[in-house]
């Protein structure tokens, strides 16, 4: 079963307004932490923020949040006030800290997503 | 501070040859993942160094991959003989953080884009 599923494989935004790119994850397990990278088309991922799943409140930086819905697990990226420089891919990431393995990062498949002038 | 170095940038092989990638993470950096990224999927881990003792590699196919970590510095990943599977961009990854931990951000490098004909 899938781990992390990212369901809009793309999306197209108007410069200047709020774009959510969607997450839900799978775990059985009571710690864990939930991720978003972006991957430009230079192939490098960039780090965007972290929420851990005893976090109470969601976590922001800068022009980006992270909408945790701990129930639904879910774990939506919205960025506020896109720019042209946002236009890249977005990767939803979990690492499961409970089952006493290596804590692996497992990545879901992305979406793409394009800014418009 | 430079970043994750990789290289080569591309590599076009045919298919049985062998072919080796180099990775120097971060100065400092403990941890180092390789990844495997196919196109239009997320990265999938194949091996996870702490130092230069490996971690995790129970989703690398040993019997074509292997990977090393001489120094607990710089990783060369090796695919000998290599099938039209694997091609695929092989990213570099690596961590100040000691593995096992939740919030362990990964610094990427800009991956080898290895195409198998």
């Known amino acids: 079963a899938q781990k992390i599923t990212q369901t809009q494989p793309g999306m197209f935004v108007q410069e200047k307004e709020a774009v959510t790119l969607d997450c839900t994850y799978d775990t059985s397990d009571q710690s864990y932490g939930l991720f978003w990278y972006k991957q430009p088309s230079s192939g490098e991922m960039i780090f965007l923020i972290y929420?851990?799943?005893?976090?109470?409140q969601n976590a922001t930086e800068g022009r980006y949040s992270l909408n945790f819905q701990k129930a639904r697990k879910s774990a939506n990226l919205v960025i506020s006030a896109s720019q042209l420089g946002d236009s890249a891919m977005y990767f939803c990431a979990m690492r499961e800290g409970a089952s006493g393995g290596s804590y692996i990062p497992t990545f879901g498949r992305g979406t793409s997503l394009i800014v418009h002038p | 501070e430079a970043g994750v170095a990789q290289s080569p940038r591309y590599k076009i092989i045919e298919k049985r040859q062998s072919v080796a990638f180099w990775c120097n993470p971060i100065s400092g950096h403990a941890t180092l993942y390789w990844y495997q990224q196919i196109l239009g999927q997320g990265p999938k881990l194949l091996i996870q160094?702490?130092?230069?003792?490996?971690?995790?590699d129970s989703q690398l196919p040993k019997d074509r991959f292997s990977a090393e970590r001489l120094k607990g510095v710089d990783s060369t990943l090796k695919i000998q003989p290599a099938k039209l599977e694997d091609s695929a961009v092989y990213l570099c990854?690596?961590?100040?953080?000691?593995?096992?931990?939740?919030?362990?951000?990964?610094?990427f490098g800009s991956g080898t884009q290895l195409s198998v004909l």
């Open positions: 160094f702490q130092n230069n003792g490996v971690v995790d």
């Open positions: 929420q851990g799943s005893y976090d109470e």
């Open positions: 990854a690596s961590s100040l953080d000691p593995a096992g931990i939740l919030y362990e951000k990964l610094f």
